[in-house]
């Protein structure tokens, strides 16, 4: 518990920082957003994928979208079933045994990928749809908190934003 804290007390500290150095509340929120929504991506271990494409593709700040992406990772743990059973609803193809997958991608994950790689497929277009849901229904609320806390550190930028 004194590790998640430390964790979360070196984010803000993180995020504070790059107020502080001119990063836009557009720009880190979108960081932000984008880095905790592919730490859910659906294939655990390999989050870092999508986390470094989106980074690369959107010009966004990598480090703090790495950070927010591992902070998830407990979540990426719980949700990753999920994507894959609304991928076999949307397939309407019949669910596959939790504990063979789960058994599969922690003895052998690259064993397990190839052996249940077709609903982990489902999984990831489960999760292509998220995308942009989440991203819209987080990136405005934290963009005005993250705009908030930016009129504190730049007063005179007020206007500008």
Known sequence: MKKI??????????????????????QLSLA????FICGLFPIPGT????????????????????????????????????FIRVGEQLAGVESVSLGDLKTALF???IGGIQQFSFSLFLGIVAWMIFVPLATLV??????????????????????SL
């Open 5 to 26: 804290r430390t964790s979360i007390s070196q984010t803000q500290q993180k995020i504070t920082d790059l107020l502080y150095s001119g990063v836009s509340p557009s």
């Open 32 to 35: 932000i957003v984008l880095g």
């Open 47 to 82: 989050t870092t994928v999508p986390t470094l494409a989106f980074a690369f593709a959107f010009k966004l700040n990598t480090p703090i979208m790495m950070i927010i992406n591992y902070l998830a990772t407990p979540l990426n743990l719980l949700s990753f079933v999920y």
């Open 107 to 109: 003895n052998d994950i």
């Open 138 to 159: 987080l990136f405005f609320p934290l963009k005005f908190v993250l705009q908030r806390a930016s009129q504190k550190v730049h007063p005179k930028l007020e206007h």
